[in-house]
C-alpha cells in the first residue's frame, strides 16, 4: 500500500492510503482537489476520509469531501463541533468499524479539541497503522507486536522551544499551549518505541512545527532510538510504500 504526504503542518494536514483497489483519506485540511491532483486518485476508489478532530488545519474542508459523496468519519463529538449533523458518520471511542476494506480502531487522545481520535488503520496489503497527530499524549497502550508503521507527530523539542522563548520569538504563553496541547519528539520517541518490534517496518513523523522543529535532527534520533524500522519526516509529495505481514 501506498503512503502519500498531501501536507503536514498548522497550514494543513492531509495524508492519503492507497491500495490496489481502495483508498483512505487521512485528515481533511486541505481541498479534495489538492489531493486528487497530488495522487491522480479518483474520487470513486475513496472509501471514506477519517478526521481526528474539528480545528480547520485537520478538518477545514470536510464540507467539500462530503460534497463530493465520500464518507467523512469522526468521533461524535467532532461531529457536532464541525456541525454537518448527519451527513458525517460517528466513530465511537476503543471500538472499531470496517470503512470499505479498511479496519479502523478509535481511541481518545489528548488535545485541546471536543473528542479527539487517534486511528489505527488494518488492511491485508497495510497491516497495521498507529496514527497520532495533535495529541499531547496517548493513554493507551496497544498490543507490542500489533503495529507495522506508525505516523505520529513530533511538534517541537523543549530545547528549541526553550530557546525561542529566551531569545523573545515565542511568547511563554503560546510556548505553554504547545506543550499543554502538541506531542513533543520526546513524547513521539517515547510512543514509538512503546509499540516498537520487530514487526515495525516505517516511522513517519508528522506535522512538524516550522518553527519549533529539526526536521534532520528529529529524524536522526528517531532513527537512532529504533532498531528495524526506516524513519521519514512528512513533507507534501512523499510518498512510502507500506506492506502488510503477508507481502513479499
Known amino acids: 500500500m501506498k503512503m502519500t504526504v498531501i501536507a503536514s503542518g498548522s497550514a494543513g494536514n492531509c495524508y492519503v492510503l492507497e491500495g490496489r483497489s481502495s483508498a483512505l483519506i487521512l485528515e481533511c485540511g486541505v481541498p479534495p482537489e489538492r489531493v486528487m491532483k497530488g ?10 476520509c477519517l478526521v481526528t478532530h474539528e480545528h480547520g488545519d485537520h478538518a477545514g474542508f470536510v464540507g467539500r469531501y462530503l460534497s463530493l459523496g465520500l464518507p467523512v468519519y469522526a468521533s461524535g463529538g467532532t461531529c457536532d463541533a464541525l456541525r454537518y449533523g ?8 476503543v471500538s472499531s468499524q470496517m470503512v470499505g476494506e479498511f479496519q479502523v480502531f478509535s481511541f481518545p487522545v489528548i488535545h485541546d479539541a471536543a473528542e479527539p481520535f487517534g486511528y489505527i488503520v488494518g488492511h491485508p496489503e497495510l497491516g497495521r497503522l498507529l496514527f497520532v497527530t495533535d495529541a499531547r499524549a496517548v493513554p493507551y497502550s496497544f498490543p507490542k507486536s500489533a ?39 520526546q513524547g513521539a520517541r517515547e510512543l514509538v518505541l512503546r509499540n516498537e518490534s520487530a514487526s515495525l517496518k ?10 519549533n522543529s529539526d526536521y534532520r535532527a528529529f529524524k536522526q534520533e528517531i532513527q537512532d532510538a529504533v532498531l528495524f524500522a526506516g524513519v521519514w519526516t512528512a513533507h507534501p509529495g512523499l510518498t512510502i510504500e507500506m506492506r502488510g505481514r503477508t507481502e513479499v
Not at 495522487?39 to 471514506?48: I, Y
Request: without cysteine.
Open 39 to 48: 495522487t491522480d486518485l479518483r474520487p470513486s476508489k475513496v472509501a471514506g
Open 86 to 93: 448527519k451527513r458525517m458518520r460517528r466513530l465511537h471511542p
Open 147 to 185: 503495529i507495522d508503521h506508525i505516523m505520529v507527530e513530533a511538534n517541537y523539542s523543549d530545547r528549541i522551544v526553550d530557546a525561542a522563548v529566551d531569545d523573545g520569538s515565542l511568547t511563554p504563553e503560546r510556548a505553554a499551549r504547545v506543550r499543554s496541547t502538541h506531542m513533543s519528539l
Open 202 to 211: 516505517t516511522v513517519t513523523l508528522i506535522h512538524l512545527s516550522s518553527q
